[in-house]
């Protein structure tokens, strides 16, 4: 009976990674991978998972507003698409974000990669845009934090799915033209 020692916590793990959601699966598989990786480390191990062709940049991304009843003002892309932020990624000023989403997470929130540098559209403040090195491409950041869009929206900002979205060990926000969290100026 000592061989079986190890079945309990294992079988646990295996209980959890295929009856768990996909959050709790992700945390299972990706334990190791910690937010001291920097977004082109993140860029390299995200190329291994998904492959590159599930990450292809844009030429370049116009960010700028729009405007809803529920949400207020928030950013979007060129397209209308709503840009997110990821409450897990790490912002210290002065470095490089530490990126908290890879592998699964990637799937359903997908960075906003731009070959060029990101172009400041209407209702954007030029000085809160950025981008930051992501493999061979950049990543856009406002205020710091990395934009990601969620496939979910379908590619429209009528309707944003992912604003208060709790996955993948972070809180998903969309974000204001001032660079915070949508909601976070009425707290």
């Not at 390299?44 to 507003?65: C, K, R, Y």
């Not at 950013?75 to 002065?94: E, H, S």
């Not at 992501?134 to 992912?162: C, F, H, I």
Request: include cysteine.
């Amino acid at each position: 009976m000592k061989h079986l020692k190890w079945a309990g916590p294992a079988l646990a793990a295996l209980v959890t990674v295929a009856c768990g959601d996909a959050d709790d699966a992700v945390v299972a598989r990706e334990a190791d991978v910690t937010a001291e990786t920097t977004p082109g480390e993140r860029a390299e191990a995200a190329v291994d998972e998904i492959g590159q062709s599930d990450l292809e940049a844009e030429q370049t991304i116009t960010v700028m507003t729009q405007e809803s009843p529920q949400y207020g003002r928030y950013l979007t892309d060129g397209n209308g698409r709503p840009l997110y932020m990821f409450t897990a990624d790490t912002v210290t000023d002065g470095a490089d974000p530490r990126l908290a989403c890879t592998g699964q997470c990637l799937d359903a929130w997908p960075p906003a990669l731009t070959v060029d540098d990101p172009v400041a559209g209407a209702g954007i403040d030029r000085s809160l845009l950025g981008a930051t090195s992501y493999g061979d491409d950049q990543l856009v950041t406002y205020n710091g934090w990395p934009l990601y869009y969620y496939t979910r929206d379908g590619g429209g900002a009528a309707d944003p799915k992912g604003n208060e979205v709790v996955s993948f060990g972070g809180e998903w926000y969309l974000v204001t033209p001032d660079g915070h969290k949508v909601g976070s100026e009425r707290e």
